[in-house]
T-cell receptor, first 115, second 113 residues
Framework: GAVVSQHPSRVICKSGTSVKIECRSLDFQATTMFWYRQFPKKSLMLMAT?????????EQGVEKDKFLINHASLTLSTLTVTSAHPEDSSFYIC???????????FGSGTQLSVL | DQQVKQNSPSLSVQEGRISILNCDYTNSMFDYFLWYKKYPAEGPTFLIS?????DKNEDGRFTVFLNKSAKHLSLHIVPSQPGDSAVYFC????????????FGSGTQLTVLP
């Protein structure tokens, strides 16, 4: 089946630094990728929709200057958490839509810990 | 406003028995439903889906039932195995929509040996 690769799987950084997370679709082209955030014991919360070649669409309450998304190709989207703070510590997950247009395949997630 | 609800945060079942996970939705526009399984510190993996034109879909030990009039779906796992222990999310979408899935809050299933 379709595979989505996400890395790094875990990152620990100091407050004020920026962290980049990559999401790649390995065996299919993904015109649309999604970025989610999950707090402990909570559901997946959509942060933004990443469209290849255009600006990302952010959900209400998500700071676009804080969470920079770039979808430069049909197989790669990146999320950069800029000037990270402890409250940004969370589990971030990307997903990509395959040709079926209904099934999403998820990356393995990135656990971000900001000290 | 939660459009997809999983009212049971946790469920414990004995190995070999049936696990039934429930999900309710409020948006009548939803017409495609999916179940995902998630282990800690991993991304969700797709399990099974159902279109609103059906009321049942079966794949091995997993069966999803959809009751459109009640806006309710359920996932049955039989027989349950310890490896099934994970968080299960139901999700819903609108056909043709380029938007994301709407997820429930998840149910932690624990299958006891």
């Amino acid at each position: 089946g379709a595979v989505v690769s996400q890395h790094p799987s875990r990152v620990i950084c100091k407050s004020g630094t920026s962290v980049k997370i990559e999401c790649r679709s390995l065996d299919f082209q993904a015109t649309t990728m999604f970025w989610y955030r999950q707090f402990p014991k909570k559901s997946l919360m959509l942060m933004a929709t990443s469209n290849e070649g255009s600006k990302a669409t952010y959900e209400q309450g998500v700071e676009k200057d804080k969470f920079l998304i770039n979808h430069a190709s049909l197989t790669l989207s990146t999320l950069t958490v800029t000037s990270a703070h402890p409250e940004d510590s969370s589990f971030y997950i990307c997903s990509a839509r395959d040709r079926d247009l209904r099934k999403l395949f998820f990356g393995s997630g990135t656990q971000l810990s900001v000290l | 406003d939660q459009q997809v609800k999983q009212n049971s945060p946790s469920l414990s079942v004995q190995e070999g028995r049936i696990s039934i996970l429930n999900c309710d939705y409020t948006n009548s526009m939803f017409d495609y439903f999916l179940w995902y399984k998630k282990y800690p510190a991993e991304g969700p993996t797709f399990l099974i889906s159902i279109s609103s034109i059906k009321d049942k879909n079966e794949d091995g030990r997993f069966t999803v039932f959809l009751n459109k009039s009640a806006k309710h779906l359920s996932l049955h796992i039989v027989p349950s195995q310890p490896g099934d222990s994970a968080v299960y999310f139901c999700a819903a979408s609108v056909e043709g929509s380029a938007r994301q899935l709407t997820f429930g809050s998840g149910t932690q299933l624990t299958v006891l040996p």
